[in-house]
């Protein structure tokens, strides 16, 4: 049976929901549990399954390893917020402020294992592929990482480092979901990396479209206040353009910005704002989102099943495009 994507992530909240954590102590895994009940778009099992569906009718056989996506993907931002000492996840506390420092370190090493744990419960002679390919996709997440934290020292950072660090960080993480479902489904290998190139654009649109958003968005639809890239002096794709392309005069004020020690937040916010909507910064970065999600449309095309059954994934790659959160 085809699902919808809405179906899919029916399957895949109800799955996390009655995930077992049967280990001692259990305070170790109470914030395993915390972390994955937070909730989230749940977009990398959701393309794990509808990788699978492509080519088989029950997607819910594959759910294990999608639980191992998820919970991968939730230990890289445990340990994100750790590094950014951020307080807030999804609204609520993140876990190195709910318990401390070292409870998120021991607890997120533990994730990381019930990842690989969970992502192993695939028929054995699918195992090697699907691990190596996981494995791969683990160091090119922390590579990604540490382009992202190195980034924050340097203010000559280029247009084509970023879209790559962001394609180590984001996109590579969508491709391998995508590219699984297909290996689990005994897809062709053309149709399964024709898949992963899919994901990586769509990952790249996707986290352009949250830079976009941070300094965009409504904060009642986000579901924080914007302006945080812009606070922090976070090398997006909209501030490394900006310099770029910024006139003497503009270049001069927003160099007076990210240099500043004390600002008024609001204050900082609609001037740097101000000057992207100058500079034209805001169309630049909607034309690059729709670029990748132009070429994941092509790349889609060449995937050699039906039209019927690309449909859902259609679908879901245009509520993604149209997204404000």
């Keep these: 049976m085809l699902l919808s994507s809405n179906d899919i992530l029916q399957l895949v909240n109800d799955c996390l929901d009655h995930l077992p954590y049967k280990r001692q102590p ?38 294990m390893p999608a639980m191992g996506i998820e919970t991968y993907h939730n230990y890289t931002l445990l340990h994100d917020d750790l590094m950014d000492n951020a307080d807030v996840r999804r609204g609520h506390a993140t876990v190195h402020r709910r318990w401390d420092a070292n409870k998120a370190i021991l607890s997120g090493d533990s994730m990381l294992v019930l990842a690989y744990q969970r992502m192993q419960q695939v028929p054995a002679e699918k195992m090697p592929a699907v691990i190596d390919l996981f494995t791969e996709t683990a160091l090119e997440i922390g590579e990604g990482q540490e382009y992202d934290m190195a980034f924050e020292t340097r203010n000559d950072v280029t247009e084509e480092e970023y879209i790559e660090m962001i394609r180590l960080k984001t996109s590579v993480l969508l ?43 409504d904060p009642a639809v986000f579901g924080k206040a914007i302006g945080g890239d812009i606070t922090s002096n976070k090398k997006t794709y909209m501030l490394i353009n900006a310099v770029n392309r910024a006139n003497a005069a503009q270049r001069q004020e927003l160099e007076r ?65 149209h997204r404000n959160k």
């Design 26 to 63: 259990a305070s170790l895994y109470e914030p395993v549990q915390y972390v994955l009940s937070l909730g989230g778009k749940r977009i990398r099992p959701v393309l794990m399954l509808m990788g699978y569906n492509l080519w088989r009718e029950q997607p819910a056989d594959i759910l």
């Design 175 to 217: 491709a391998c979901a995508l590219k699984i479902g297909a290996l689990l489904a005994d897809a062709p290998q053309r149709d399964a990396d024709l898949l992963y190139t899919f994901g990586e654009q769509v990952g790249l649109a996707f986290q352009l479209q949250d830079d976009l958003l941070d300094v965009y968005g």
């Design 257 to 321: 910005w990210i240099a500043a020690k004390d600002f008024n937040r609001q204050e900082k916010v609609a001037a740097v704002t101000r000057l992207y909507d100058e500079i034209g910064i805001r169309q630049l970065c909607e034309e690059k989102i729709n670029h990748y999600f132009e070429l994941a449309r092509q790349t889609l095309a060449e995937v050699h099943v039906d039209e019927e059954r690309k449909q859902a994934l259609k679908v879901y790659m245009d509520e993604l495009l």
